[in-house]
């Protein structure tokens, strides 16, 4: 029969054509070794050992992947998951069937050109020994290899749909003139690209050699054989040029400079030897496929290799590396300037540090009256309570029963009878692992108790005469300044497992009396429990109480991945998430978790990495979670920020724009802490933009540390509400002091607003290098060595109690600043610290009171406080939180009311000891009414102080009753 092959035909006429060449000739086809048979077919049972295993992995991924579909069609976000997922399919079919069939190709070609290469060779003897045919082996190999390369491709599917969807920054680096943009967005795939080539390359060269059987009986090679090898060779030896192109473009990221990025030698050394060995390495390449026809050329390619290691020794390594010790190491800083200059400028633009507003701060130090009257809802609004300790205090008062718990206290602002006050609240959770034994059963934990109940809320500058916070909300049901109706919360921080609300069950809502009242799960968003899903969820959980249980209806709604930091990530893997989520209370009576998320990338050049990290962030997007329907509302606050405009094309459906966020809730967006601290923390060295100041660290800024918890610690940045320049009204800001490095005066003062007004904005207040103003620790020092606080401390911490210090606060007030650290006693046999003293210090002087008005009347004097409408802070009534006799806290409707005077008593049979007790009873007691601020009751026990004074002269012939100098208040 004729054989129909075109490539045998090719063949032989290539072979022909090389032979009267005269330099080689391919051995005759009688000379060839007698083909032997193949092995006997191997029993077909042999592939149900396979069906197991794939059952188990198959297994797994259906019902993981109709599970998470299912939750994600709850929310109405199926496009995001099948976006995920296609995409990722979609590159794992492309990297295995593109590996394989690569692979095939070139083994029926490999087969074609030399059908005997593996005769008589050990892999056609394990073939015949095992019964397995080899081209079905090598069918299994090419299909396990494929699919390695398929997975290792599969996951970079974010990288792959980020490039397709790009767009520029603007801006261009100074080496190359690329946008910013192919660095963040191209190159990274280009690396991808490359590593799956050359991996795949080196698969099939070593498929051929081993297929051709190259080395098996001897080194003599047929042209066709040799055409092939030289063919993916010189393919894998363009990808080593494109490898050097993708270097020199890495060098924008390189530490081998002054600064983080190309420096002097990396553009005058480095980049010209990548281009040099690019040259070389295509050259190499076009040498091998003409010695595969000029075999003499081989003497060519063997001096072009040899130049080749030369040039990437010696111009790729031993002459940059010349470069910078000999030539640029003694003039750094003239080579090195324009360089710098890059990094500086880059660094900025990646942290957004070029958009602070510096601002010089010319104080006098002296904190005078005029201050006081000028900004007097400053002072109001400073926060005392540190939101550890009260994080503590809420727990043992506001918990109210062991299955609650305050996971964490937020610092936000809320019009509370038209005026605006910054708060602390925290979220009342239900944690079911807290309930007694006999309770944690299967109903109880799933069925009943679902959700926890309302918030705490209290003052950030109040605090009771028994050292306790006054409560804005507080209790169950929760009573107080603020409206909520709706305060379920089935999703929190610590809700971490799943519920099935809308049962034959009653939910547990709120403890009241001796009873508990209940309520029932009435939105749509969980999964429907119809029998699929039943059985779909109890194969995912692996309880089979999901279908056994009588209670779950169709109408059920399963409630899956409730923790609301889980809840995001899962949603959208690809943001960075703030580390501190917060509740927000709405004013239409329902309660809203609020999360911060960052778009990050470690590809923008010349950008200083924070923690090797990433070197570049962005606040683009805010997540807001209904806290009863877990519905979350992902807001872009910077939707022309490149790597969020990507994202908004790559999931239309997940993103909203800034406008749609209702009115109630943009009150209350926060500057986040976490991107504030990176940007602080950059900020110590990037401050500095003159090349001569930044190369000598001349002015490196020193986060400050203060003592908190009677330890050393950096400061953290807190909020506070406060006026700023260029505005009358308050602003919630976050703020954070600075210290010139190995010193401890201040010298700069870091704010950036929260208000929608203002968001974002960053201000500096800078105090110059030639007036002394005291940093933290310095005002730490002077409080350790006030003697009258310093007793103080030391008798609290022999009486079996301990001391814990809290946070310093650094207020400008007028033209000084104000420091404020409050004092916490906790008894050693007890939980809850409670607020003892406030330390106010200024530049001259530092006082300690019970409350934050006492010690104002300390510095200022009482009639300057009560001119600046502060007095008020200087009361401080008695606590409404009383605990029963098993140490339970009370409802309000049973605290104890205000204590009134005592009457006037006949003292004219007292002893002279009765008289003393009794004088020292009346001014107690009218230093409590002081406190409260019940005028009348410290009016009538001064007027009995002063009756029995004068009863107390008469009897011992003292000074006479009417020489008696009236008592008053300070």
């Avoid at 599969?154 to 520029?168: H, I, M």
């Avoid at 280009?190 to 080194?219: H, K």
């Avoid at 966020?661 to 060295?685: C, G, K």
């Avoid at 009204?729 to 929260?754: C, K």
Wanted: hydrophobic share 45%; glycine share 6%; net charge negative.
């Amino acid at each position: 029969m004729r054989n129909t092959d075109p490539f045998a035909d090719l063949i032989r006429s290539i072979e022909e054509n090389l032979q009267r060449g005269g330099d080689w000739s391919p051995p005759d086809d009688d000379g060839q070794p007698e083909r032997r048979p193949q092995g006997g077919r191997p029993n077909p049972l042999w592939w149900l050992l396979i069906i197991p295993f794939l059952f188990l992995i198959l297994y797994n991924s259906i019902v993981g992947f109709l599970t998470d579909l299912t939750w994600h069609s709850s929310l109405n976000f199926e496009s995001i998951l099948w976006t995920r997922v296609l995409a990722s399919l979609g590159l794992f079919v492309a990297g295995f069937v593109l590996t394989f069939l690569f692979l095939l190709v070139n083994y029926w070609i490999v087969r074609r050109i030399e059908p005997f290469g593996l005769v008589s060779t050990p892999v056609e003897q394990f073939a015949d020994a095992s019964g397995v045919r080899i081209p079905v082996a090598a069918l299994a190999i090419f299909g396990f290899f494929s699919l390695l390369m398929g997975l290792n491709v599969a996951g970079e599917w974010p990288q792959l749909l980020l490039f397709l969807n790009q767009s520029d920054f603007g801006l261009a680096d100074p080496v190359f003139g690329r946008d910013v943009s192919f660095y963040v967005f191209t190159l990274p795939v280009l690396t991808i690209v490359r590593g799956w080539l050359q991996s795949v390359l080196i698969a099939a060269l070593l498929m051929v050699v081993v297929v051709s059987g190259v080395g098996w009986r001897g080194w003599q090679i047929r042209t066709g054989v040799l055409l092939h090898l030289g063919v993916l060779g010189a393919l894998f030896l363009s990808l080593l040029a494109l490898g050097y192109q993708i270097d020199a473009a890495n060098l924008v990221y390189s530490e081998r400079g002054a600064v983080f990025g190309a420096g002097y030698t990396d553009v005058n050394a480095q980049i010209p030897a990548y281009n040099l060995l690019t040259i070389v390495t295509l050259v190499t390449a076009a040498l091998l496929l003409v010695t595969v026809y000029v075999r003499r050329a081989w003497r060519a390619i063997v001096v072009v290799i040899v130049v080749w290691i030369g040039v990437a020794v010696v111009a790729g390594s031993l002459y940059p590396s010349f470069v910078q010790r000999f030539q640029v190491s003694p003039n750094e800083l003239t080579l090195e300037r324009p360089f710098i200059e890059h990094n500086i400028r880059f660094t900025r633009l990646a942290y957004s540090l070029d958009e602070i507003v510096v601002e010089n701060y010319d104080a006098s130090q002296r904190l005078t009256p005029t201050a006081l009257l000028e900004e007097p809802e400053t002072i109001r609004n400073i926060r005392l309570w540190d939101y550890r300790p009260l994080l503590e205090t809420y727990n043992q008062v506001q918990a109210l029963r062991q299955y609650y718990a305050f996971n964490d206290v937020d610092v936000d602002r809320y019009l509370i009878d038209g005026t605006r006050r910054q708060v602390m609240l925290s979220a009342r959770e239900l944690v079911a692992d807290r309930l007694t034994t006999e309770a944690q059963t299967w109903v109880n934990r799933k069925l009943v108790y679902t959700h926890g109940y309302g918030v705490a809320m209290s003052p950030v500058e109040r605090v009771t005469a028994d050292g306790l916070p006054e409560f804005y909300l507080r209790d169950l049901p929760p009573v107080g300044d603020l409206t909520i109706t709706e305060p379920h919360i089935y999703f929190g921080e610590l809700t971490n497992d799943y519920v099935i609300g809308r049962t034959n069950m009653e939910e547990f809502h709120y403890p009241q009396g001796d009873g508990n009242v209940t309520t029932r799960f009435s939105a749509d968003t969980g999964i429907d429990m119809t029998f699929w899903n039943r059985v779909l969820f109890a194969m995912r959980f692996g309880d089979i109480n999901l279908v056994l249980n009588q209670d779950i209806t169709s109408e059920s709604q399963l409630l899956w991945r409730r923790n609301i930091v889980e809840r995001v990530r899962l949603l959208a893997p690809f943001l960075v998430f703030d580390r501190d989520p917060y509740i927000v209370v709405g004013e239409d009576g329902r309660m809203y978790w609020f999360i911060d998320a960052y778009v990050t990338s470690d590809r923008f050049p010349y950008s200083e990495p924070y923690l090797n990290r990433f070197n570049y962030i962005r606040n683009s997007v805010k997540v807001v979670i209904n806290a009863y329907d877990g519905v979350p509302n992902f807001y872009v606050f910077e939707p022309n920020e490149p790597i969020t405009a990507a994202y908004m094309r790559i999931f239309p459906a997940l993103f909203q724009p800034m406008e749609a966020m209702p009115d109630f809730l943009m009150r209350h967006i926060r500057y986040p802490t976490d991107i504030f601290s990176v940007q602080a923390e950059m900020y110590r060295m990037y401050h500095m933009t003159n090349v001569l100041d930044f190369y000598n660290r001349e002015d490196v800024w020193a986060w400050p540390e203060e003592i908190f918890y009677n330890k050393s610690q950096l400061i953290e940045p807190y909020y506070v509400l406060m006026q700023t320049s260029g505005s009358e009204l308050l602003d919630f800001i976050q703020i954070l002091p600075f210290t010139p490095a190995n010193r401890e005066n201040m010298i700069s003062w870091l704010a950036a607003h929260s208000d929608p007004e203002r968001y974002g904005e960053k201000l500096l207040y800078s105090f110059g290098k030639d007036t002394l103003f005291f940093g933290p620790k310095q005002i730490e020092a002077r409080i350790n060595q006030d003697p009258i606080i310093s007793a103080q401390l030391a008798l609290w911490n022999q009486q079996g109690s301990s001391v814990l210090r809290g946070n310093l606060l650094v207020i400008p007030i007028g033209d000084s600043l104000l420091y404020v650290e409050p004092l916490y006693l906790q008894a050693q046999t007890g939980r809850i610290p409670e607020l003892k003293r406030v330390i106010l210090a200024t530049a001259e002087r530092t006082v300690m009171a019970e409350n934050l008005g006492l010690a104002l009347v300390q510095l200022f004097g009482r009639d300057l406080v009560t001119r600046a409408g502060l007095i008020d802070l200087a009361v401080s009534p008695p606590s409404d939180i009383v605990f029963d006799v098993d140490g339970e806290p009370l409802p309000i409707s049973d605290a104890p009311a205000l204590q009134t005077p005592v009457a006037m008593i006949d003292l004219s049979g007292a002893s002279i000891d009765q008289l003393i007790i009794a004088a020292n009873n009346h001014y107690n007691a009218a230093q409590n009414f002081l406190r409260e601020g019940n005028w009348a009751g410290y009016g009538a026990e001064m007027d009995a102080l002063e009756a029995t004074l004068s009863q107390l002269v008469q009897i011992t012939g003292g000074i006479p009753a009417e020489a008696t100098p009236t008592v008053g208040p300070d």
